[in-house]
């Protein structure tokens, strides 16, 4: 049997001042500062695969399971650079996700929820490409809101139309995605509520393997069980249950105490080497490697 393919990782070059995708005080760039909102990411996931054609198309087939935490590291760091690298990196890094996504073609093996098996489903499709989007948004805003601050509603839409920009990136047009907040909220419920989400046994066996366990070293456990912590809680009850994760009232108690307790205590005191993520400049955690680290590797 060959050794499992490891995925190489992708390299970071952050933008200098108007090399950027966004501007410097550009709400995306504000709310995914924060190193607690990285890890919203994971919880996207989740979200993302509860869609059974997502999880078959997108996840499934795209991922290199053999690798599956080298391939949430690439795509944490094409995030990234959209968010705070430069321009070019930004185009070329989602055009490349364009064309493997042109590719993927396909049907449900068997039936999931609503769906039966045989339904054809084609990762570019724009409906699938929004269920991609939708909850990296808001994933990163419930998490901002949760921990580090408060979002009006003119913020709320500020930071959508960033996503927005961002769905241009990997192939929706502007009258693909919801307008404004309001239309994306409106849109989000229907899809939480609307019968589309169904955790197949496969999601929940590989969604709790790859977001739950990821590979960190003992000193750093704590940091995971914390961070595995608040996803669970966050999750909505039903996409929860269909992971098989348990909660109760206690575990939300303690969740909403710690998250009051790090928004208004916490965080306000910690300097920005701690609470930022390491692509915006935070020293707490390694960020991707540049290019020439991995050039100085090779």
Do not use: C
Not at 181 to 196: K, S
């Amino acid at each position: 049997m060959s050794p499992p393919r490891q995925l190489t990782p992708l390299p970071f070059r952050a933008a200098a001042p108007g090399e950027g995708i966004f501007a410097e005080d550009a709400p995306i760039r504000r709310v995914n500062r924060e190193l607690i909102v990285a890890f919203s990411g994971a919880r996207a996931l989740l979200l993302q695969a509860a869609h059974p054609l997502m999880f078959e198309g997108f996840i499934d087939r795209t991922s290199g399971m053999d690798d599956p935490h080298g391939r949430l590291a690439r795509t944490a760091t094409v995030m990234n650079t959209i968010y705070f690298g430069r321009r070019e990196d930004a185009e070329h890094q989602t055009a490349r996700v364009r064309r493997v996504h042109a590719r993927i073609r396909g049907t449900l093996p068997e039936p999931a929820g609503r769906y039966p098996a045989g339904t054809p489903f084609a990762a570019d499709e724009p409906r699938h490409l929004l269920w991609t989007l939708a909850p990296l948004f808001e994933s990163a805003e419930l998490i901002y809101r949760l921990y580090v601050g408060d979002l009006d509603r003119d913020e709320r839409d500020a930071l959508w139309q960033d996503y927005r920009v961002v769905g241009g990136l990997f192939g929706l047009a502007p009258d693909e995605m919801p307008a404004t907040i309001e239309e994306f909220d409106a849109y989000y419920d229907g899809m939480l509520h609307g019968g589309d989400l169904y955790v197949t046994d496969r999601a929940r066996e590989v969604g709790r393997r790859v977001v739950f366990h990821p590979p960190a070293p003992l000193h750093m456990r704590w940091l995971v069980e914390s961070v595995n912590f608040a996803i669970a809680g966050s999750l909505p009850p039903h996409i929860r249950r269909g992971y098989g994760l348990s909660w109760d009232p206690l575990r939300e108690g303690l969740r909403r105490g710690g998250a009051a307790y790090l928004k208004r205590v916490v965080l306000p005191l910690l300097p920005g080497a701690l609470r930022n993520s390491p692509v915006a400049g935070g020293r707490l955690l390694p960020g991707p490697p540049t290019a020439e680290e991995l050039e100085r590797a090779a």
